[in-house]
Nanobody, 122 residues
Framework: QVQLVESGGGLVQAGGSLRLSCAAS????????MGWFRQAPGKEREFVAA????????VYEDSVKGRFTISRDNAKNTVYLQMISLKPEDTAVYHC???????????????WGQGTQVTVSS
């Protein structure tokens, strides 16, 4: 298990930007794929983006490609999600996630953060 703490959510107008951060407790952070999922009210949780332990591989859900960028700083045990050109449909609680091994569109992490609210107004 990895302890994860997200930050950086908030309220932004459509077209704006936000950067989410997720700090992980695990000393072997580099061995873990990291990613972000989101859950909007009344909807199921959905995959957003993930990054491999080395940072060499990234995967994105189609609707965020070109707008969201996932990155990580292994020296700080932190993963980031830079979001630009935000849309009202991006409104959700964003959860950080971690799991050993590689990442893919059907990645199933084992550890989750509590989430941070992102609200995009029109």
């Amino acid at each position: 298990q990895v302890q994860l703490v997200e930050s950086g959510g908030g309220l932004v107008q459509a077209g704006g930007s936000l950067r989410l951060s997720c700090a992980a407790s695990r000393r072997t952070f580099i061995n873990y794929g990291m990613g972000w999922f989101r859950q909007a009210p009344g909807k199921e949780r959905e995959f957003v983006a993930a990054i491999s332990g080395s940072g060499g591989r990234t995967v994105y859900e189609d609707s965020v490609k070109g707008r969201f960028t996932i990155s990580r700083d292994n020296a700080k045990n932190t993963v980031y999600l830079q979001m630009i050109s935000l849309k009202p449909e991006d409104t959700a609680v964003y959860h950080c996630a971690a799991g050993p091994g590689s990442v893919s569109l059907d990645w199933a992490p084992g550890s989750w953060g509590q989430g941070t609210q992102v609200t995009v107004s029109s």
